[in-house]
Each structure stands twice: as structure tokens, then as C-alpha cells.
């Protein structure tokens, strides 16, 4: 049974720091890009940052790009979000997500940034 469990979400004043971690099972982790989404109510989800299989390449959404680092440790099937510098318009649910022939979603994690 293939899983995605997010953690790490919360609520955080702005300038602060949030790290979510997404844990792996089920599919072959190794073979698979990893991503960071993220979605507010009425909008389309939107992609945060993407790593990919092997760890080398990484890719960010230009709102994120120097506050945001994605990482993944293949021995642990897990990738991480480091989150700095956080404005209230990162508030939103966090997806994470696994691509490859099959794409495969967690559940979500809610991060609020107050003012």
C-alpha cells in the first residue's frame, strides 16, 4: 500500500521557520522525483519545489527560490522542506508527492503564517 505521510505543518509568526517531512512506503522511493506542493481554498494546487530521483537536481517555484530547500534521503524514503523566512502567503495546506510512471499524493499539512 503505497503512503505519503506528511509532518511538520503548524502555525509560525512571519521571518519564522517551519521544516515538513514526508515519509515514504510502499513504492520503489529510489525511482521516483519527490515534490513539495502546496494549495490555498479556491486556488490550483501550485508546485513549491521538485527534486529528483537521485538527489542532484532540484527545482523552485521563484517565490520560494533562496527561502526554501528541498531534500531527500533515499536510505530513509523521506524528503524534507526546510521553510525559512516565512511570509503569510506561504500559508497554505502542503502536499507532498511522488512522480514517476505513477503519481502518488500525501494528505497534507496545513503551515499558517500570521503577520
Known amino acids: 500500500q503505497v503512503q505519503l505521510v506528511e509532518s511538520g505543518g503548524g502555525l509560525v509568526q512571519a521571518g519564522g521557520s517551519l521544516r515538513l517531512s514526508c515519509a515514504a512506503s510502499g513504492f520503489m522511493f529510489i525511482n521516483y522525483a519527490m515534490g513539495w506542493y502546496r494549495q490555498t481554498p479556491g486556488k490550483q494546487r501550485e508546485l513549491v519545489a521538485i527534486i529528483s530521483s537521485s538527489g542532484l537536481i532540484t527545482n523552485y517555484a521563484d517565490s520560494v527560490k533562496g527561502r526554501f530547500t528541498i531534500s531527500r534521503d533515499n536510505a530513509k524514503n523521506t524528503v524534507d522542506l526546510q521553510m525559512n523566512s516565512l511570509k503569510p502567503e506561504d500559508t497554505a495546506v502542503y502536499y507532498c508527492?511522488?512522480?514517476?510512471?505513477?503519481?502518488?499524493w500525501g494528505q497534507g499539512t496545513q503551515v499558517t503564517v500570521s503577520p
Open positions: 508527492n511522488a512522480r514517476a510512471l505513477n503519481t502518488f
